[in-house]
């Protein structure tokens, strides 16, 4: 039954799918339904659509497919972006590592250009801008700068300051981009130096977790408030 619902899974995609695929995806119909319609699984529909969103977003699947729902609707070219995906660097898209992540923090403390860099990587320049500003400590001020100027603030903090901890950084806007809403996250750090994360939709919720954490005596918590997605709305629930 699984291999007739899902007859064209695996086939590459005409330009018509694609068409169908924006149109329904702007019309709010759901990944499942989507899936059984044109006859491939909801895992390839949801790998497609993210496809014809930008790359750099800084998103999860889900939320890049929220935003990309909104944004059809207000005229985004998913032709052209997806004739851009197709001119990228091979590995602009993949996943970074920590090997990764600590390489471009040694060149950002140089005075390579965001294109060297870019070149090195084999990303392009917005990939590693769009990486750069997840390393950023972020506050009230700097939450609602560009993605160009995080970066460009990361890179002064680093040359600034040999210590400049990018690793907390990058675990406060990894827990925060996974929930689709403001949200509020808790960064504790233990006596040995250890980090924990944790995330809530609500300030109460988020202050209820970080003082029944589980953790060790000691551990210092601090609770910052991220923008995530504002199409969607926050819940009150603990995530």
Do not use: C
Not at 35 to 43: P, Q
Not at 151 to 173: P, S, T
Request: charged fraction near 25%; proline fraction near 4%.
């Amino acid at each position: 039954m699984g291999d007739i619902e899902h007859v064209n899974a695996g086939l590459p995609w005409a330009p018509h799918d694609n068409q169908q695929l924006a149109e329904w995806l702007m019309a709010g119909i759901s990944l499942g339904e989507i899936a059984s319609r044109m006859g491939r699984t909801s895992a390839g529909i949801r790998s497609q659509a993210v496809k014809l969103a930008p790359p750099d977003l800084g998103l999860g699947a889900g939320e890049v497919i929220g935003w990309l729902r909104v944004q059809l609707r207000h005229g985004h070219d998913w032709r052209r972006t997806l004739e851009e995906r197709l001119a990228r660097p091979t590995r602009n898209g993949d996943r970074w590592g920590g090997a990764e992540n600590e390489r471009l923090v040694e060149e950002l403390k140089g005075p390579q250009s965001w294109e060297a860099i870019a070149h090195a990587h084999d990303r392009t320049r917005g990939a590693i801008l769009a990486q750069a500003a997840r390393l950023l400590l972020l506050d009230d001020e700097t939450v609602t700068w560009s993605r160009s100027k995080k970066a460009e603030k990361l890179r002064r903090e680093l040359q600034r300051d040999a210590g400049y901890d990018w690793e907390r950084a990058l675990q406060v806007n990894q827990a925060s981009v996974r929930s689709p809403a403001w949200v509020f996250v808790g960064v504790g750090q233990s006596p040995e130096g250890a980090l924990h994360v944790r995330v809530a939709a609500t300030e109460a919720a988020a202050e209820r977790i970080t003082a029944g954490a589980g953790v060790p005596a000691g551990t210092v918590w601090e609770i910052f408030e991220r923008a995530v997605l504002p199409d969607y709305a926050a819940g009150d629930s603990e995530i």
